[in-house]
């Protein structure tokens, strides 16, 4: 998807966004207590979320993390950072634990875009790494904003899904995705040292709200197909998965490369 397709795209769903992650109370909690443990993230740790869109995730590391400084969450669309919400005034630490950054991960990578911290200890990049024009150059620019001993984790799916998705959709998803394999070669060319593993959640989701998921093109990747086509699509999912609960396997690739230097 070009770069104007995919603004377009989260400028529509932004608001109904963390509302998607609501079939599965678990999973956010989950995925951010392996995104914490993969990083080693700790309280001192000067943290980015990198396309961290609505600060979903970055929300709760940051409640398992308690970071003294606020987790930054950048991002280059507007709309999905609005879904962010306002430092409260109840005093809450929490409430201050994200600061929104309107800005791309290129706009990171090449520094045009100044951070509040001058160095990076843990950035991740969450099903974002897809957007990057230029994966190479960008990874190479972000592990060059990293502490000596920063680590910078990209979660992403794996090159080939099982969801119940309509078999076009499952195509089109192996001819886009990167690769994790060819991410991992981009952090060692950046001079990280690097682990490629994967971790597994089964999902549990009613059927009527994955086909309203699919509806409202819950990935990106479905808004590369017309109205028409979905509708199709959503047909052949009734047809292949008549059970009333979808039953399937969420698996992601984590890329972790680490600066060699300093101490911690
Ligand atoms: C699938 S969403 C993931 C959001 C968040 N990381 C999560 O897991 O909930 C992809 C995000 O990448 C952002 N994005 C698009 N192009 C990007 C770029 N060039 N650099 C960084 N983020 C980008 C989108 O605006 C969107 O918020």
Redesign the pocket.
Known sequence: MD?RA??EH?AEIAAA?DGHWVYGAEYVPWMSARIAEALDLSATDRIA??????G??AREVARIVRPERPILC????EA?LRQIPAPDRSGSPLSESLTPVLA???DIADARTVLPYPELDAVW????VH???DPGATLRGLAQRLAPQGRLLVVMLPATIQYPLFRAALDRFEELQPDPADIEAHLERAGLRTRLFHVEHELRIDRAKYLAMVRGRY??LLSTFDDREIEEGIEEIRATHPEPVLVFPDRFAFVLGVREGGTR
């Open positions: 770069q995919g603004a989260y966004y979320d990198i396309g961290g869109g609505t979903l995730f950048v991002d280059p669309s999905m791309s991960a290129e990049l969450k099903e974002s957007h990057v024009t990935m990106s």
